[in-house]
């Protein structure tokens, strides 16, 4: 393969379009590449990649001009410029300074916002008019839109997700630890005020404190109460801010999982259904947070929006407290993969011998984790658009199949509804 023949490699099938447009465009970058380089399923998409990552890396280093880009015919180019002179003309602003313009456009490592910049901004007349030139290249590409996708994205919900059903749950006991701690308090005033009522029938305050004893006992028990008082409260008020912290996290979860939709929903046509808060049955339930069924074969999502630094080796996940690592017990990977097999046993369960894939979704974007050979898929929220392109190479199920397996879920999701009502 060659870097035309590279080039002309469709890229992933949430974008599918050559390579070559799309670096035009700027829509591929070098980060793009370097992922499709590393994780496409589709082989020769992934030697393009790795084709043009190396181009790029002789282009910049040795400022190779690819000749076969011209000006567009009848346009007229300032007094003194020519494309060839703008293409090895330096750019003069960080962090590319001293590289030639032409490579850094080639490589779309400028865009068409940082030739205007330097159009309006470069104190050099050389570097104004190559900006110029090399803008007027850039204006000129034609731009194909892509095929009108098939519809939107079929999305099912089972009802409220684990976290909503959390979050009830927690506020629920707010409100009976609430309604306990009032109704104590008005029982023991009750009895405080009998007891008061029946020792001054019994005994005047006079004979009551007239010893030291008696005086210091009085003092004793009212200290007491006080501090039983105090007590009660200051628990109460550390019970209800952890209840309140746990409520925020999986309000977290809750809005991760509403983020993921959204990217899937953009990425995604009417030729798939994602089905939401699955709980398949048996002795053990198992909630499943978004299973997600393509031409392409059937997916086991699970969602996760944890708080802090995180790793993933192999199966085993790793939270950092300062510099120290902790593993952490119910590993993600494991959960994912667990919950595969568990959906795949419900399909066999009528007949249909279908295999699921299993895949962690990292969707706090605020919270950094890195991933060294995964034994379970782990997508990042900010490439999901990415991984949803790519599982499009897989095994494809054929349509009656498709069809049962959307009608089994969409049964066990409306009755999960009906339950819950």
């Known amino acids: 393969m060659n870097i035309e023949e590279a080039k002309k490699v469709l890229w992933l099938k949430s974008n599918p379009r050559p390579i070559g447009e799309l670096l035009n465009e700027g829509y591929l970058n070098q980060s793009r590449l370097e992922w499709a380089a590393e994780k496409a399923y589709e082989p020769a998409l992934k030697e393009a990649a790795k084709l043009l990552l190396n181009w790029q890396k002789q282009t910049t280093s040795q ?4 000749k076969k880009t011209s000006l567009p ?3 007229q180019l300032p007094s ?3 494309l060839d002179q703008a293409r090895v003309t330096l750019w003069p602003f960080s962090p590319f300074k001293g590289q030639p313009m032409g490579t850094l456009v080639e490589t779309k490592q400028l865009s068409i916002k940082d030739l205007g910049f330097a159009i309006e901004n470069a104190w050099d007349e050389r570097v104004r008019k190559a900006a110029m030139v090399l803008m007027l290249v850039r204006l000129d590409q034609v731009i194909n839109e892509p095929e009108e996708p098939t519809g939107f994205l079929n999305v099912i919900s089972g009802g409220r997700s684990f976290a909503e059903y959390k979050q009830y749950q927690l506020t629920l006991f707010q409100g009976m630890l609430l309604g306990g701690f009032l109704t104590l308090s008005i029982v023991w005033f009750i009895g405080m005020f009998t007891n008061q009522k029946s020792a001054q029938a019994g005994v005047s305050m006079a004979d009551a404190l007239a010893t030291p004893a008696s005086i210091l006992a009085i003092v004793f028990v009212l200290v007491f109460l006080a501090g039983l008082i105090w007590l009660t409260g200051f628990l109460t008020d550390k019970l209800m801010d952890r209840i309140e912290k746990l409520k925020e996290n999986y309000r977290k979860g809750e809005e991760g999982e509403k983020k993921v939709v959204e990217v899937m929903g953009q990425a995604l046509d009417g030729n798939w259904s994602l089905f939401r808060n699955v709980v398949l049955p048996g002795r053990r339930k198992t909630d499943l947070d978004a299973v997600l069924v393509g031409p392409a074969g059937v997916w ?3 969602v996760k929006t944890f708080t802090g630094t995180y790793r993933n080796i192999g199966e085993q ?4 407290i300062g510099n120290r690592w902790n593993l952490y017990k119910k590993s993600p990977s494991r959960q994912a993969k667990n919950n595969a097999v568990r959906l795949s046993e419900f399909f066999k369960a009528d007949h249909v011998p279908q295999w699921v894939n299993a895949a962690v979704v990292w969707a706090n974007q605020e919270s ?3 991933v060294e050979n995964p034994s379970t898929a782990v997508w990042s929220l900010d490439r999901l658009p990415d991984e949803l392109g790519n599982i ?3 095994n494809p199920i054929p349509e009656a199949q498709r069809k049962q397996i959307i009608d089994k879920l969409t ?3 409306e009755k999960q509804k009906e339950i819950h009502k």
């Open 80 to 82: 003194g410029a020519s």
């Open 392 to 394: 499009w190479h897989g």
């Open 317 to 320: 996940w790793e939270y950092r």
């Open 368 to 370: 950094p984790l890195t």
């Open 300 to 302: 086991v999502l699970e």
């Open 63 to 66: 400022a190779v001009v690819d």
């Open 73 to 75: 015919s009848g346009i």
């Open 411 to 413: 049964k066990l999701c």
